[in-house]
């Protein structure tokens, strides 16, 4: 089955497209009711995950909406922790929590190896699924949290302001800290093979946690393991490039290290202009980003406005996926998601001539 | 009253000093046992703030323990949209709350305008008292939150995870973000020109929150205020200049624009290496930090050595105030902050020769 909208592909290989493709992280998520009549359906949000199903169900959702020009795997980030029986769970109106956590050298050391085709099969029975509904209409991305992401979720059991317990384990366990990380390192890259062979077309690293670490700290403990990932991905399947996306959030003081980790695109947030960026690593990356989330709060018209200031900032020419620059809200309107989808199609076709 | 020590001025105005200055910010803290025990004497937050012989005793209480080259008035970034009648208070364990928030156009047109000296009058009192306490020791600095972070709180209520309240409010109500941030650069130049006067040697402008918006809202809605009090601000004092420093958390990208607003000093997190962050622009303004608080949980050894890299990262020469990248926190081991202090002191003699 031919794909019959390659422009996301395309356009992160830096390939010439019509116009500039566009989706949105958490594009399956809570600001759409049918998402949450679905996650209802499932009793909680791990059901709702571990059924391929339902994950199918609700990463199709909002492509029945908005003409996105591409579809992501509804999943959780911390289904690697999980699996490696760190106990995953989510307390109603709460981030997500461990029962377990890691703390000390032996805690890392007796951390199971584990294989994605018998531990998360989950994962990839619903790639499969959702390539067999989307039909070709969109690729498909793949994703995983980056190691030095989950580590901080695996230290702390949780979520953290500042992420005191995870930075504490690193700098006074640093050997136990980097064997962490390449454990996490290796079950990814075995993961997000898992996907693309299960029929992934794209694959992104969310690093959301990268940004609170000091440049030195960055990239030796988060980037180093991208890298290894990275240079591990099955980099072909079904006859064309499998592209890499890299994004670390709060990232943009380290383009060129990102931009020289061996990814195809770097996601930017909100807080760089995509413009400047693209004058520092566009010939080496594609880029993806960059509206603020919050924007979306706005009415149609300043959204319709600041997608165009984001395409005049990037300019003519080849290499950009519109995306926002972190995931969207769930108290959004969903009209609002549809002027945003919208004025990067219309708005995007002047630079592509 | 000749300041006995006053490597921090010095070093501010990139001139040459012996050794490098340090100070920490939150140095009056939770960290400290003899704070916690005022702190409860003062009963709440608000009573400490408010009562200049308190807060004279916490402002002092740091610098009976360590060798630090400057003193902080001790107080509370939002004393002045507390002023104006918002109703500022802390619930134990809590952030800060406002029982009055701006929602409207017509909330902000109605807010008062504020004079320090008849509406903030326990900042100046204590100004005076920590001037008169510390004796030519070490000079004082003075602060205030920028109008962009203030207008934050304002507006949220309170802190904010992802600000959704105040970026709506700036991006739907433009006009009405601007009047608010205006009035309140208005009161911060009436506020700092103040605690000038009543005796603070240097002023720093805390934009906490500056670092959410992207580059172009940034510019607008943040620097664009900090500016306006920079350029209003009494440049001289008993006989000496009274250096500005302007600390915008997560500013790393904006050095430029920030190190061109006027101020003498720009303040770091720890996101950047601060070698860069001279590169860039140490010709034209000091640096000031920017180790990551969370290294304070590390070993003294561990601290030792990374003063030494940040050191090494300025290089000779003038132009460094050392500093944390952000506030410390509450759980720090006091003995920590003692290898800190001595460290910047002991390794910072051979850049200075």
């Not at 029962?99 to 007796?110: M, P």
Request: charge should be negative; proline fraction near 5%.
């Amino acid at each position: 089955m031919p794909l019959k909208n390659d422009r996301f592909l395309k356009a992160l290989m830096r390939e010439p497209v019509d116009v500039t493709p566009v989706w949105m992280m958490r594009q399956a998520g809570r600001y759409l009711p049918e998402y949450r009549a679905t996650r209802k359906q499932a009793g909680n949000f791990m059901n709702l995950c571990q059924s391929p199903e339902l994950a199918c169900e609700v990463t199709l959702q909002p492509l029945r909406r908005y003409p996105f020009d591409a579809a992501i795997l509804f999943s959780d980030i911390l289904t690697i922790p999980d699996a490696m029986g760190q106990g995953l769970y989510f307390e109603e109106g709460e981030g997500p929590r461990f029962r377990k956590v890691i703390r000390s050298e032996s805690d890392v050391e007796q951390l199971p190896e584990i294989k994605t085709e018998k531990d998360l099969t989950y994962v990839t029975d619903a790639v499969v699924l959702i390539r067999r509904e989307l039909n070709g209409s969109v690729p498909l991305i793949g994703f995983s949290g980056s190691p030095w992401t989950l580590a901080t979720y695996m230290i702390e059991g949780g979520g953290s302001k500042d992420f005191r317990v995870a930075k504490e384990f690193m700098y006074n366990n640093s050997e136990a800290m980097h064997l962490l990380l390449d454990k996490l390192a290796d079950a990814v890259i075995d993961y997000l093979n898992s996907q693309i062979r299960a029929g992934a077309q794209a694959v992104q690293i969310f690093d959301t946690w990268g940004g609170i670490l000091t440049t030195t700290n960055y990239l030796d403990y988060s980037l180093a393991y991208m890298k290894k990932i990275v240079a591990n991905l099955i980099s072909e399947n079904e006859g064309r490039s499998v592209p890499i996306i890299l994004f670390t959030k709060n990232g943009g003081l380290w383009l060129e290290p990102i931009a020289a980790s061996g990814a195809d695109a770097v996601g930017l947030d909100w807080t760089i202009e995509i413009g400047k960026a693209r004058e520092r690593i566009g010939e080496r990356c594609a880029l993806q980003g960059n509206m603020d989330p919050s924007i979306l709060y706005a009415s149609p018209q300043a959204i319709h406005a600041e997608v165009g200031n984001i395409l005049a900032s990037f300019g003519n020419g080849n290499g950009h996926v519109f995306n926002l620059g972190h995931g969207i809200t769930p108290e959004v309107n969903p009209d609002h998601v549809s002027a945003f989808v919208d004025a990067v199609h219309e708005l995007s076709e002047q630079y592509h001539s």
